[in-house]
């Protein structure tokens, strides 16, 4: 019986690797059952992957956008995106955050891979739309990874992304895009929703890691509105709109 038990567990239980540009490689966790938060999506690792490039880094040699920066991110799961983010070598100081139920997965995976962490990197709970303004100062980056797929959820996210982002905050969001059942209708409603408050930037698809990339999968930088928190001409703000998004 106990043999039976461990090799459920085996069965359920697996680890991803993810190799960096640098050769290490970082090792998470999954698990077969228990939720979408429990494996590595696709989103995540292009998102993770994309950290790596030079269009996001930066051209300048020992530079770097997330050098001694903050980074909050949204629905973690795994933590497969915050953790590349606080293993590049450039101090980034890393909240990673998801339900109660995923804190064990993310705590593990830390621990899997705290030989590599450079700056911090901690799990928080986290539910969206809760009022939670006292729990996190605006980070400079959120991150995000498939987190657009229940239509219920939708409102408490967007709550969340204007009650934790500030005027400087790049928030970069990786989905991947879905045709089956309601998800056209759900992505819809998100970005129309979205726009209300954000400009959006569609990073292109040459732009993202050379290997790790798909027609299916789409990278967007977001940035709250000027309008929203300092009186902008309507001139200026449409010039703005589009623009990069870096610190």
């Known amino acids: 019986m106990a043999a039976a038990a461990e090799t459920e567990e085996a069965l359920c239980s697996f680890v991803r690797p993810l ?16 939720g ?3 494996v590595v999506w696709d989103a995540a690792i292009v998102l993770a992957k994309y ?21 909050l991110e949204l ?3 795994t933590g497969a995106v915050g953790l590349m983010a606080a293993t590049l070598g450039y101090r980034a100081d890393v909240i990673v955050t998801d339900l109660e139920e995923l804190q064990d ?50 409102e408490p996210l967007l709550k969340t992304l204007k009650d934790l982002s500030g005027p400087k905050t790049c928030i970069i969001c990786c989905y991947e895009q879905r045709t089956m059942g309601k998800n056209p209708e759900i992505e819809r409603k998100y970005f ?19 290997e790790y990339r798909s027609e299916d999968i789409h990278i967007l ?5 000027k309008w929203k928190w300092q009186t902008t001409p309507v001139s200026l703000s449409r010039k703005l709109h589009g623009q990069h998004c870096k610190l």
């Open 192 to 210: 129309e929703l979205l726009q209300l408050d954000f400009d959006l930037e569609k990073i292109p698809l040459e732009k993202h890691d050379e």
């Open 75 to 77: 629905g973690a799961g």
């Open 19 to 34: 190799e960096k540009r640098d050769g290490t490689v970082l090792r998470i966790q999954q698990y077969g059952s228990g």
């Open 105 to 154: 997965l993310l705590k593990l995976n830390i621990k899997l891979n705290e030989h590599l962490i450079t700056g911090s990197v901690q799990a928080k709970v986290l539910k969206w739309g809760e009022e939670r303004k006292d729990y996190f100062s605006p980070p400079d980056y959120i991150l995000m990874a498939d987190c657009i797929y229940y239509e219920e959820s939708l």
């Open 51 to 71: 950290l790596e490039t030079q269009h996001f880094s930066g051209a300048a040699a020992g530079t770097h956008a997330l050098r001694q920066r903050s980074v």
């Open 36 to 38: 979408v938060g429990c």
């Open 221 to 225: 930088y977001i940035r709250k509105k």
